[in-house]
């Protein structure tokens, strides 16, 4: 069918990089509200849990670099051709924003978790002792972790668009956009 996006696949590189960072947001996403609003009982768990969120966190903007990186240097498959400037539009300024949050997000933890009072280490995934950023005070603190929330909530409103924006193609449209980006297979309806 022409203008079927199924036969214009991204690399295999940008697919794992896409569902690796995606099923990582989502676990950040899902255990961010989690350790905020865990009390005091458990301080080990709750010292843990924030361990694996920072561990997320930075693989999340690590991943993301390397991400745009490979966009640079190789370039996605063509959008359908029935889709109008609007949707392309709407299309590229999505993408652009998801990149951009997934970017700030982690440097918005990075630079509360390195200006909080606590001096908590972080630690990689238990291991790999992560650096603090050269910056302090309170309300260096304070605006970092109101960006931090407040553009998580923007990334879970933009990510639940980017879905429904997907499975809009896959099952209204019926135009095999899905297909692009699924690892196996060509899910077309």
């Known amino acids: 069918m022409p203008g079927n996006a199924g036969a214009n696949r991204y690399s295999l590189v940008a697919i794992i ?3 690796l960072i995606a099923t990582m ?3 950040l996403l899902i255990l961010g509200p989690v350790m905020t609003g865990m009390g005091d009982d458990d301080l080990m768990l709750k010292f843990d849990l924030y361990q694996w969120h920072k561990s997320l966190g930075i693989s999340v903007l690590l991943l993301t670099l390397v991400r745009i990186g490979w966009r640079i240097m190789k370039a996605p498959p063509p959008l359908p051709v029935a889709m109008t400037r609007r949707d392309i539009l709407l299309a590229r300024t999505m993408h652009a924003l998801l990149y951009a949050l997934t970017l700030a997000i982690p440097l918005a933890g990075w630079v509360m978790v ?7 280490p972080t630690y990689l995934y238990g291991t790999v002792p992560w650096p603090h950023l050269p910056v302090s005070g309170e309300a260096a603190e304070a605006i970092a972790k109101t960006v931090h929330a407040t553009l998580a909530w923007g990334l879970t409103i933009l990510a639940a668009g980017h879905i429904l924006a997907a499975l809009y193609h896959q ?7 899905l297909a692009r980006m ?4 060509d899910p077309r309806p």
């Open 25 to 27: 947001v989502i676990a």
């Open 17 to 19: 990089l896409h569902w």
């Open 182 to 185: 699924f690892p196996i297979g």
């Open 114 to 120: 390195s200006t909080s009072p606590l001096g908590v």
């Open 171 to 177: 099952f209204a449209l019926k135009d095999g956009l």
